[in-house]
Each structure stands twice: as structure tokens, then as C-alpha cells.
T-cell receptor, first 110, second 112 residues
Framework: GQQVMQIPQYQHVQEGEDFTTYCNSS?????IQWYKQRPGGHPVFLIQ?????EVKKQKRLTFQFGEAKKNSSLHITATQTTDVGTYFCAGQSNTGKLIFGQGTTLQVKP | DGGITQSPKYLFRKEGQNVTLSCEQN?????MYWYRQDPGQGLRLIYYSQIVNDFQKGDIAEGYSVSREKKESFPLTVTSAQKNPTAFYLC???????????FGQGTRLTVV
């Protein structure tokens, strides 16, 4: 079945350093979404990418969707302590299933 | 306010008992999902439904059952057949043509 793999599983950075998480799907995706889950909370939608090669920015966050629509990345520039949490990618199959990656947990040292 | 509500937030049950987790949404969403989250792991899909009276198994459906009799409601029953039911359960909803999924606050189930 469809699988969405995400790496790394954990990342510890010093405040001000950059951070990147990568997402790869075993099949072509119709779209990819990114979510953030704060400790003790529930996932909250960040953004959706639909087009091949698409790049979107939200302040210090940059999201990319690969040309083959099978991979994606989230890059955070100059991390802050407020960026702490687990970042998930999620791919939607053509049957409507929304499959999440394992997530990358980001710790930021002040 | 529109949203998706899960109840209860914490639930304790004895081993061998069935338990039903509630999920209600007033967002007029067609699609609803149930995920299980274990410590240090991602969200694993249990069941999903794209329309009333229809639902499909996800990746880890064994030991779970659902119903979708109303558009607003998608209850999940954790049966005694589920070998390791202690986990954090998250319900989500979205439009059928997915733009974003909205999650409930989650139910933390502990089986003792």
C-alpha cells in the first residue's frame, strides 16, 4: 500500500540554526500537506502543495513539492523556540486516504 | 463555533472491555478519519469515511470498528480484540476534495 516516509525522526538544533525535514512517498501524490503538532496538542494544518515543483513560503518556513510529486520538504530558517514540535507531512491518495509520515520532532535549544 | 469535538479527553478501561470514542463535527465535512498515535510514532490511519453509511479500513483496522450513520458523527469502538489499545486517538474531518484536515483534541485511552 501507499507509504509516506519522513526523515529525520528527531532533530535538535541551537536557536538560530536552520532545520529541514524530508518526506518521500512510494506513489505519486495528488497533493501534499504539512502539519505541526505542539507537545500535548493535536496536529494543525500549515500548508498544502498541489503543483509539481511548487514552492511556498510562510515567513521563515519554505515548503517544496518535487517535480515527480513524490517528495516534499519543509525548511525553517533561523529556528526559534516557538518552532518546537513535531512536523508531519501527509499525502492524499486518489482513493481519498490521507496518509501521514512518521513526523520529525524538532527541539530548539535557546 | 465550528469545529470537531472528541470526547472524553482521557479514558480508562479494564482489559477485555469494549470502549467507544466519540467524534462530532459541525463543519459540514463529508470526510472523517480516525488515527492512532503512539509515543514517538506518527499518525496511523485506522478507518476513514468519505460519505454517510460508507467507510473503509485504514492500515491498522484490526480490533477496531466504526459507524457513519450521520454526517456529523464518526464514533470509533476499540474492541477487546485490539491487542494493544493504550494510545492517543485523533479524529479528523475534511471536505471530500481535501484542502486541509481539522483535528479534534484527541482522546488518550489507557487500558489497565
Amino acid at each position: 500500500g501507499q507509504q509516506v516516509m519522513q526523515i529525520p525522526q528527531y532533530q535538535h538544533v541551537q536557536e538560530g540554526e536552520d532545520f529541514t525535514t524530508y518526506c518521500n512517498s512510494s506513489t505519486t501524490l495528488s497533493n501534499i500537506q504539512w502539519y505541526k503538532q505542539r507537545p500535548g496538542g493535536h496536529p494543525v494544518f500549515l500548508i498544502q502543495l498541489v503543483k509539481s515543483g511548487e514552492v511556498k513560503k510562510q515567513k521563515r518556513l519554505t515548503f517544496q513539492f518535487g517535480e515527480a510529486k513524490k517528495n516534499s520538504s519543509l525548511h525553517i530558517t533561523a529556528t526559534q523556540t516557538t518552532d518546537v514540535g513535531t512536523y508531519f507531512c501527509a499525502g492524499q491518495s486518489n482513493t481519498g486516504k490521507l496518509i501521514f509520515g512518521q513526523g520529525t520532532t524538532l527541539q530548539v535549544k535557546p | 463555533d465550528g469545529g470537531i469535538t472528541q470526547s472524553p479527553k482521557y479514558l480508562f478501561r479494564k482489559e477485555g472491555q469494549n470502549v467507544t470514542l466519540s467524534c462530532e463535527q459541525n463543519l459540514n465535512h463529508d470526510a472523517m478519519y480516525w488515527y492512532r498515535q503512539d509515543p514517538g510514532q506518527g499518525l496511523r490511519l485506522i478507518y476513514y469515511s468519505q460519505i454517510v453509511n460508507d467507510f473503509q479500513k485504514g492500515d491498522i483496522a484490526e480490533g477496531y470498528s466504526v459507524s457513519r450513520e450521520k454526517k456529523e458523527s464518526f464514533p470509533l469502538t476499540v474492541t477487546s480484540a485490539q491487542k494493544n489499545p493504550t494510545a492517543f486517538y485523533l479524529c479528523a474531518s475534511s471536505t471530500t476534495r481535501v484542502t486541509e484536515a481539522f483535528f479534534g483534541q484527541g482522546t488518550r485511552l489507557t487500558v489497565v
